[in-house]
């Protein structure tokens, strides 16, 4: 059977760039085909229908002509241009790299509704969580089971052996949490606290209003960021630049809770 003409899509801008004089080819998740790249013809125009609605890091309904290289977007409407990431420069910073690492991680017309649905969550809790950077960490986590690299969390990856509580570390070459006897096989290893070990099992479990709650000292942020960003991009393979520009902007102040964190404590 032939493929349809014309396609019919949720997605979200992961990026874009100019093409000739008033075009734009824009790089799209979307909910029914998985990443693709698209024509956006006469963007760059004042009058043009479809500026403003395909903004980087906005949610529209499209639909597409396909083309020999490249679909052609001809219509498109907003669904959510989550204001909230616009408004905040370290919000905005964090939603590049979840776009980036998406872009990354992620090959064309690889159909995954399951992550599309994760980066329209992720993006409206950037918008307005607290703690946006725990958003990105919970993302990275559920991101990267989705895609068939979910860690070992509750076992030693070279053992097998059920995980105590203390003298864990994280691997990132064997995929996971090495026993304190084990933990020798991979110098580099990142050690975990208990604490850590319990927020990352959370964060797999996509279990955001109890990761949300929780009160996490700088240490433990440290520690998290260590191993989730460090096991995401490992698995990207991929140096992003996007994760550089979020640690510039750590750096200049940004980057601390919204608001007063809750006095919960992890579990």
Not at 89 to 107: H, K, P
Not at 179 to 204: E, F, H, M
Not at 217 to 243: F, I, M, N, R, W
Request: glycine share 6%; proline share 5%.
């Amino acid at each position: 059977m032939a493929s349809p003409r014309l396609l019919r899509t949720d997605a979200v801008v992961l990026r874009r760039h100019d093409l000739g004089e008033t075009d734009r080819i824009v790089t799209l998740y979307t909910s029914a085909y998985g990443k693709l790249r698209a024509v956006a013809k006469g963007i760059r125009r004042p009058t043009s229908k479809l500026g403003g609605h395909l903004e980087l890091f906005t949610h529209s309904r499209l639909m597409l002509a396909r083309g020999r290289n490249l679909d052609v977007i001809t219509q498109v409407e907003t669904v959510s241009s989550f204001l909230g990431l616009r408004e905040d420069l370290w919000r905005t910073g964090l939603a590049y790299y979840v776009a980036e690492l998406i872009d990354r991680l992620t090959e064309e017309r690889a159909e995954n509704p399951a992550l599309f649905d994760l980066l329209i969550a992720t993006f409206e809790r950037l918008a307005s969580a607290r703690r946006p950077d725990q958003v990105v960490r919970l993302f990275e986590m559920q991101a990267v089971g989705l895609l068939g690299y979910r860690p070992e969390l509750r076992d030693c990856v070279l053992c097998r052996k059920p995980l105590e509580p203390v003298g864990n570390a994280f691997s990132i070459p064997n995929g996971g949490v090495l026993c304190s006897i084990c933990r020798t096989a991979d110098p580099q290893a990142t050690p975990l606290t208990t604490n850590g070990l319990k927020v990352l099992r959370l964060y797999q479990e996509g279990n955001w209003n109890l990761a949300s709650r929780l009160h996490l000292s700088p240490e433990l942020v440290s520690e998290l960021e260590h191993v989730c960003t460090g096991y995401a991009t490992s698995v990207a393979d991929s140096q992003l630049k996007s994760a550089n520009f979020v640690a510039s902007l750590r750096r200049e102040g940004l980057g601390r809770d919204a608001s007063p964190a809750s006095t919960n404590k992890p579990v």
